[in-house]
């Protein structure tokens, strides 16, 4: 297969079947480059509105960026493990539509022989819905707050303008696990490594255990859940590398990335 079908391998009669029929569904009206925007102008915006706020932070007051996105690093892991992964009906049942819409469709409509889109329409079964980001938002709000009183202004906005950046990197990168081939996503560092690692997740038989990191997967390092025997740089630049794919799992998605690549 050539380069520019990694990633684009055959579909079976299922998956072909379930496209086609999810695809029916998405509504007239729907514009992918619309919901992108949906999406990225808030985020981009409440962004700009902290960075406008933040004067002369010291280096300790931009150093809590990192153990919050170490954090939020834990929480993408363990979100998608949990409640994307399995039916929570505790809540009121709130969670149950995140499981059905990833398990019964997202994972359906992507596999790791075919992970790839054809057109923008199809980015309604990649991108959250545009609440998604209002929650996380709402979510944050209490912490900055205590943090601003607590610390400075300075520290609440930097808390603050992370949730967006942190979830807009996620958009961004899991989009780029479902784009077709180019170059750039085949050579840029950290987005090579996460389209092989999301393209293994999506194998049936391990997608329940492993590779449940869609940025970074530092958590899947460190809770042993990778499908790699590496240590944490050898996973952060592992691009699309299968030498270090551990042996139990070289038949399963090991295989199907073969055929793939
Ligand atoms: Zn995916
Ligand atoms: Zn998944």
Redesign the pocket.
Known sequence: MDKENFFSGQMTEKQRAFREDYKRGIAKWYSGWGHLLSIYLPGLAVIAFCVENIHAPTLAEIAILGPILIFYNFNEWWI?KNA??HPVKKLGGALMPVYHR??HQ??QYFTSKRMTYDTNREWRIVLFPPYALLIFLVATVPFALIIGYVWSANAGFLVMLSTPFYYLNYETFHLCCHVKENWFVRNCPLINTIRRHHAA??SQPI?MERN?NLTYPITDWYMGTSDLNRGLFGHLFNGYDQRYIKDEFQNDQGADLRQSV
């Open positions: 998608h994307m992964h990833h398990v997202h994972h997740h999506h997608m449940m």
